[in-house]
Nanobody, 123 residues
Framework: VQLQASGGGLVQAGGSLRLSCAAS????????KGWFRQAPGKERDFVAA????????YYADSVKGRFTISRDNAKNTVYLQMNSLKPEDTAVYYC?????????????????WGQGTQVTVSS
């Protein structure tokens, strides 16, 4: 069972990136998914989550209106579209899945984690 995150990189403030997280090893179509991020010296924080169908989403206040989480169950992939990026968005971004259909907001509630992808926003 693996989650593979990709799409990170270096971008100027105001720019956009789209992160992808592909699942392999099992079908995650009924699992809720989430994105978290961790800046150097800080705890891993919640960014966004989506329920199994994509009909329910939730965002941290710091990214609301700028980031959009979505999923394609046919491709076993979840996405995070990040617009209007700010230097404070700089972090390693992790995708996660939980063996339940309902979305949750905290790290312990997720069973599976990807390896992380670095996002760096320059000012």
């Amino acid at each position: 069972v693996q989650l593979q995150a990709s799409g990170g990189g270096l971008v100027q403030a105001g720019g956009s990136l789209r992160l992808s997280c592909a699942a392999s090893g099992r079908t995650f179509s009924t699992y809720a998914k989430g994105w978290f991020r961790q800046a150097p010296g800080k705890e891993r924080d919640f960014v966004a989550a989506i329920n199994w169908s994509g009909g329910s989403t939730y965002y941290a206040d710091s990214v609301k209106g700028r980031f959009t989480i979505s999923r394609d169950n046919a491709k076993n992939t979840v996405y995070l579209q990040m617009n209007s990026l700010k230097p404070e968005d700089t972090a390693v971004y992790y995708c996660a899945a939980r063996s339940s259909s309902s979305l949750k907001l905290t790290v312990p509630e997720y069973n599976y984690w990807g390896q992380g992808t670095q996002v760096t926003v320059s000012s």
